[in-house]
C-alpha cells in the first residue's frame, strides 16, 4: 500500500472517476455498436457453453465499470506506475479485440489479442496489489470473465 492518504471524496477525485467512467464506457460502448455481431457471428459454429447473445451487454457494463474504477484508484495512487502502465496497455487490447472479431473477423487474430489481454490483466493484478489491493480484486471478475471468453474464441476458431 501506498503511505500517502488519498482523499477519494475530494471533487478533483470525483471528476477524475467522472473521466475514468466516461472513457472506458464510452469508448467501448462506441466499439461495440460499430461491431455488432451480425450474421457473420449468427453463421459460425459455436461450442454448448456459447451464451446466449442477451448476456454480454450486461456482463461487460458491469466488468467496463469496475475496469474504470480500479484505473481511477491506481491513476490516483500512483499515476506514473507499471500497474497504470498494465491498465492503459490492457484497455487497448480489450478495445481492440471486438473490431478484429467481428469486423475484420480474424478469429486467430483475436485469439492472439485476447491471449495478449489474459497476460495484462493477470500482470495488472499482480503489480498493482501493491499500490491498491481493491482496485487488484476489482480485476478479478474481468479475468474470470476473459478467460471463459478466452476459451470460446478458441473454441470458435477451431470450429470454424
Known sequence: MTTTTID??????????????????????????????????????????????????????????????AGWRIWMARPNSPAMGLWVAQMLANWLWSPVWFTAHLLWGAFAIIIVMLGLIIGFILVARKTDTIAA?????????????TLLNFSIAILN
Open 8 to 69: 477519494y471524496r475530494s471533487a478533483r477525485s470525483w471528476l477524475t472517476l467522472a473521466v475514468f467512467l466516461v472513457v472506458v464506457i464510452g469508448v467501448g460502448g462506441f466499439i461495440g455498436s460499430q461491431s455488432t455481431p451480425g450474421t457473420w457471428f449468427e453463421n459460425l459454429a459455436k461450442p454448448p457453453f456459447n451464451p446466449p447473445s442477451w448476456v454480454f451487454a450486461p456482463v461487460w457494463t458491469t466488468l467496463y465499470v469496475m475496469i474504470a474504477i
Open 137 to 149: 480484486w476489482l480485476f478479478v471478475p474481468y479475468l474470470a470473465w476473459v478467460s471463459f471468453a
